[in-house]
């Protein structure tokens, strides 16, 4: 008796690991960006990320929220993320329009401001797979990738000097564009993840 359980539990197993490997491999998932979204496809992918999410580190913002801040952020933003994630008052891209997930307009409706900076800025850091959301650890300082996630935490009441940068009405402010390095912020992997102390 308990031998058929086992050996049915196996052979039940055997056939889902089979059916999911001839899923993949028959050339019937969708993999391109004008196709149907797969069963629960978002569900999943929404829950590994929150789930990856909630294991990093949660720190305070690294730079303060003000002018040259926000400014500095409003820089790197234009040249690395706004041709996926959009301008204020601009349409969306050709590339933003053809990606599947299609990336958010960071400044249209409530954007990220309801996530906290270190959320973002876990996202520009390390990117997010399957999405077309690249890493910019390689790329960009600390400090300007908490520039930028400041700014988006702010992006609903931006001064008007920064509004003024994005939408190219004024040109970048000789501090903003100054070639002297920023000194880089301490990295959240220092931080210990939240909850820690705790323990």
Same mark, same amino acid.
């Given at each position: ?80 993320? /706004? #041709?996926?994630? +959009?301008? $204020?008052?601009? *349409?969306?891209?050709?590339? @933003? ?77 000789? /501090? #903003?564009?100054? +070639?002297? $390095?920023?000194? *880089?912020?301490?990295?959240? @992997? ?10």
């Amino acid at each position: 008796m308990l031998k058929g359980v086992v050996l049915g539990i196996v052979l039940g197993v055997l056939l889902v690991v089979a059916g999911v490997y001839f899923y993949f491999s028959s050339g019937h998932v969708p993999v391109a960006t004008n196709s149907p979204e797969m069963p629960l496809e978002r569900k999943f992918a929404a829950a590994a990320l929150h789930a990856y999410l909630d294991q990093q580190p949660h720190p305070n913002p690294q730079v303060a929220a003000d002018e040259p801040n926000l400014l500095a952020g409003a820089k790197v933003y234009k040249e690395q993320c /706004a #041709v996926c994630h +959009g301008l $204020p008052g601009e *349409p969306k891209t050709f590339m @933003a329009d053809g990606m599947f997930p299609k990336p958010p307009q960071l400044f249209r409706g409530v954007g990220v401001t309801d996530d906290e900076p270190w959320e973002t800025f876990v996202k520009v850091e390390s990117g997010i797979r399957m999405t077309g959301m690249p890493g910019f650890k390689e790329h960009l300082s600390d400090r300007q990738m908490w520039q930028v996630s400041v700014l988006l935490k702010h992006a609903d009441g931006l001064p008007p000097t920064v509004k003024d940068f994005l939408t190219g009405e004024t040109p970048a402010p000789v /501090a #903003v564009t100054s +070639g002297a $390095p920023a000194t *880089p912020a301490p990295s959240i @992997a220092t931080a210990p993840p939240a909850g820690a102390a705790k323990k």
